[in-house]
């Protein structure tokens, strides 16, 4: 069974910038949709961002847009979520889920139970 392993998360200053990354263990990250979920506490979980890289088609929520980008690493097969301007709204817990790739399209990449592969989530605090 793959399982996603996510890391970089940490405690920072509001304004401040981290990078996640999602390392797809038996999943290639290339060839299916690999997406970022967010749950903060007290909140549901919610998509973040999502990138098939295999065509190089990305999407993030507005709240992200402009301040997250995604990148992929082929050879290292991972997913990096870097993060800048991070605001206290911005802590949760982060997860990657993978899809199959015809699941990244607009809209229909926010849906949850499309993704058959998660991580543990790693935690991302900020302060204001």
């Known amino acids: 069974q793959a399982e996603l392993m996510e890391s970089g998360g940490g405690s920072v200053q509001a304004g401040d910038s981290l990078r996640l990354s999602c390392d797809g263990n038996?999943?290639?990250?290339?060839?299916?949709?690999m997406a970022w979920f967010r749950q903060a506490p007290g909140k549901e979980r919610e998509g973040v961002a999502a990138?098939?890289?295999?065509?190089?088609?990305?999407y993030y929520v507005d709240s992200v847009q402009g301040r997250f980008s995604l990148s992929h690493d082929n050879a290292k097969n991972t997913v990096d979520l870097q993060m800048t301007s991070l605001k206290p709204e911005d802590t949760a817990i982060y997860y990657c889920?993978?899809?199959?790739?015809?699941?990244?399209?607009?809209?229909?990449?926010?849906?949850?139970?499309?993704?058959?592969?998660w991580g543990q989530g790693t935690q991302v605090t900020v302060s204001s």
């Open positions: 889920a993978a899809a199959p790739p015809e699941r990244c399209i607009d809209k229909a990449w926010l849906r949850e139970f499309l993704y058959k592969y």
């Open positions: 038996g999943v290639t990250t290339r060839s299916n949709c």
């Open positions: 990138i098939y890289a295999g065509i190089g088609r990305t």
